[in-house]
């Protein structure tokens, strides 16, 4: 007689499992190069973060196109819908570009040789401001795609850190037209790239655990 007994098989209809190991590698992994190359810059240890060709500036490019390769290869793993993989593919590429090539300091320091718009911070600063707002509508169509809660906690806090990034960027210019915000602490800014890095590897780790077969 077959035993009645409930098996550890999933209930049908239910997601596959995440791929588990993924992101504490991966987030051992960072955080292990960030502080090697701080280690191996003693006693200047903030020419790790703080360069545009230091070694965070150097991971956070990697780690971009390592997030639009991943999206691809998602779609072909069925893991992702087309529409949204194609997109994510391309908006990581685009910010791989500019990690690499300096564009949104390019349009900040030259832009007003093009528009007299530039007069205006908010326009200097456009790109950057633009890349919190369109982060925030396509990481709320991914949360939507993704199937469980850990891998979409893991996305929301990898976009919390980037916030913070954006914000450490930010205050020097904000600050001085609002004085009753305190100073940025100096520890703070120079971990800026740092926090990109963080934030860069915890979406990864997000897209990574999760499963095909969608």
Do not use: Y
């Not at 098989?9 to 190359?37: I, K, N, S, T």
């Not at 993989?85 to 908006?91: D, H, Q």
């Not at 093009?114 to 396509?138: H, M, N």
């Not at 305190?182 to 990864?204: M, S």
């Amino acid at each position: 007689m077959p035993s009645l007994r409930s098996t550890s098989a999933p209930l049908l209809g239910a997601p596959p499992p995440p791929h588990r190991g993924v992101a504490p590698v991966l987030l051992c992994a960072v955080v292990g190069f960030l502080l090697l190359g701080a280690w191996l810059l003693a006693p200047n240890w903030e020419r790790a973060f703080r360069s545009d060709h230091s070694p965070a500036a150097w991971l956070s490019g990697a780690l971009l196109l390592a997030l639009s390769i991943t999206a691809l290869r998602m779609v072909g793993d069925r893991a992702l819908p087309r529409w949204l993989g194609a997109w994510l593919a391309l908006s990581f590429f685009v910010l791989a570009l500019d990690e690499q090539f300096m564009l949104h300091e390019l349009w900040k320091f030259r832009c007003h040789e093009w528009t007299d718009a530039c007069r205006w911070s908010a326009v200097r600063e456009a790109p950057l401001l633009a890349v919190a707002v369109v982060g925030f509508g396509t990481l709320a169509w991914l949360h939507r795609a993704l199937s469980h809660r850990s891998t979409r906690c893991l996305l929301w806090a990898g976009f919390a850190v980037g916030l913070v990034a954006i914000a450490v960027d930010q205050w020097p210019g904000v600050q001085p037209h609002l004085p009753w915000l305190p100073e940025l602490p100096a520890l703070l800014a120079t971990l800026e790239e740092a926090l990109e890095v963080v934030a860069e590897a915890l979406v990864l780790a997000a897209l990574l655990r999760q499963p095909g077969g969608r």
